[in-house]
């Protein structure tokens, strides 16, 4: 098993910065990649970024490219998000989820093993 807890969620003004953890423990040498997913009141969750756990390969949604940047620390078995420039429309709660598929990065929440419960980010204008 592995279990994922995020942090770093807040309230912030737009234009601001926040950056979110991803801490992984347990069976860790089983995941091949890490994603941040976020759902919005009333809307289905959606893929934001993707790293592969050797940090090789990222992936990065149309709608955070530029702003968001994936990273990861193998030797804190934790996956970031930095997030910069937000937008009220980034206001959901943020996900992160692993997992054990070798290949290409999965950025379908069907395709992930492992999830968090989530941090929520609150953008005001």
């Known amino acids: 098993q592995v279990q994922l807890v995020e942090s770093g969620g807040g309230l912030v003004q737009a234009g601001g910065s926040l950056r979110l953890s991803c801490a992984a423990s347990?069976?860790?040498?089983?995941?091949?990649?890490v994603d941040w997913f976020r759902q919005a009141p009333g809307k289905e969750r959606e893929v934001v970024a993707a790293?592969?756990?050797?940090?090789?390969?990222?992936y990065y949604a149309d709608s955070v490219k530029g702003r968001f940047t994936i990273s990861r620390d193998n030797a804190k078995n934790t996956v970031y998000l930095q997030m910069n420039s937000l937008k009220p429309e980034d206001t959901a709660v943020y996900y992160c989820?692993?997992?054990?598929?070798?290949?290409?990065?999965?950025?379908?929440?069907?395709?992930?093993?492992?999830w968090g419960k989530g941090t929520l980010v609150t953008v005001s204008s």
């Open positions: 989820a692993a997992n054990t598929n070798l290949g290409a990065l999965v950025v379908t929440t069907g395709g992930m093993d492992y």
């Open positions: 347990g069976r860790t040498f089983r995941i091949s990649a």
């Open positions: 790293i592969s756990w050797s940090g090789s390969s990222t």
